[in-house]
């Protein structure tokens, strides 16, 4: 039982309908109990088209019938209105074009794109690690608000170390990653490059894991976000997974640490979304494995919905202190679950302009603060 909830189900739009993500927006919202899908959007390829026809329906779930025969309306603020609470699921270069559009229009967005990820008015939040730089809302121009969901790979990075960096002070990350094709969007990656293949190059991807740990591990002060000094070097690979994102993690840490202790931190590891029990938080946020082959996408990447990281093979690292291997869902926490989390975790606070929650059940979140 949730500590909080409106009343209603709040009318929610989905930008990006369509896609990869898009379509595990609308599998997840489905049954959610605090947002409804009113509205969904795509490209002009896709307007005016019914969904059914309009998206190439990926998932394994069926397409519910009453989303099959929604239109799809084209990606512009009239289309959300009526709905306080809009998640994009766009391509980035239309994020680059709209996502203010909609926040100057009232809208609060939560956003999966990388357009506005850095840009320092806006939170960019993985929910346990750094709820508090929802605070930034506070002060944007916008008559709505905006935030931002990390890369996918990212957020499985930041589930993994935060226990870390809270217990032992972390220094310097190296990074691999393993990246499933569904993070490549619909339709994926051409078959011929990735059927026994393993491409060593995704576009952007290296410097947003870089770039986005500072930030998010970063501390919120004086209104704006300082980031962490934690020095992160990454390789990113596509590799013919379907959902799943591995990534091979050495780690420095500032101060000693038994293996023990490192085990102790991610099997101890609680956030907000846990204490308020909200509707998309897992029960635990990390599953340490002990299996020695272990993580593995095909077998762990759906533990506690989507929405958990699991770890594994932690050994000495000749190099650095530590090193181990982390999995995550990309298109459900890396993206749709993660968004949702974010946008309960905003409601709960009681920071989704035009919202309110009813006063007794708004949220003890003084003192809380990573
Ligand atoms: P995708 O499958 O390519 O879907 C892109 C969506 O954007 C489609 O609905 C597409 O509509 C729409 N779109 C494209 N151009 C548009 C335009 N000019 N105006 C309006 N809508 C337009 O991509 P995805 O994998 O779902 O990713 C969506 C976003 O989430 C991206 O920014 C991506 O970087 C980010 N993300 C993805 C993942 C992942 O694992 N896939 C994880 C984290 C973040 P049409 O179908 O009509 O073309």
Known sequence: MSTTSPQERIPVALLGATG??????????????????????????????PYGKAARWM??????????????LPTAPESAS??????????????????????????????????????????????????????????????????????????????????????????????VTLQALSGAGVPGVPSLQAVDNVVPFIGGEEDKLESETGKILGRFDDGQIHHHSAVVSAHCN????????????????????????????????RGEPQRLDLPTAPAQPVHVLSQPDAPQPRLHRDLDGGMAATVGRLRPCPLLDYKFVTLSHNTLRGAAGGALLLAELALARGQI????????ESLRMEGSDS
């Open 238 to 269: 596509r590799v013919p997974v379907i959902d799943g994102h591995t990534l091979c993690v050495s780690v420095s840490l500032a101060r000693p640490a038994s293996p023990e202790d490192l085990f102790a931190a991610w099997n101890q590891y």
């Open 59 to 72: 998932q394994a779930s069926t397409l519910p019938d009453a989303v099959a025969k929604m239109e799809v």
């Open 82 to 175: 009526g709905c306080p609470l809009v998640f994009s699921a766009l391509d980035s270069q239309a994020a680059d074009l709209v996502e203010l559009d909609f926040a100057a229009a009232g809208h609060m967005v939560v956003s999966n794109a990388k357009s506005y990820r850095m840009d320092p008015r806006v939170p960019l939040i993985v929910p346990e690690v750094n709820p508090n730089h929802l605070r930034l809302l506070e002060s944007q121009p916008w008559a709505g608000g905006l935030a931002t969901n990390p890369n996918c790979s990212t957020i499985g990075l930041m589930l993994a170390l935060k226990p870390l960096e809270d217990a032992f002070g972390i220094e310097k990350v190296h990074v």
């Open 20 to 49: 990869s993500v898009g379509q595990r927006f609308i599998e997840l919202l489905a049954d959610h109990p605090w947002f409804r899908l009113a509205a969904i959007t795509a490209s002009p390829r896709s307007a005016g088209k």
């Open 353 to 360: 302009p035009g919202i309110e929650i009813p006063q007794e």
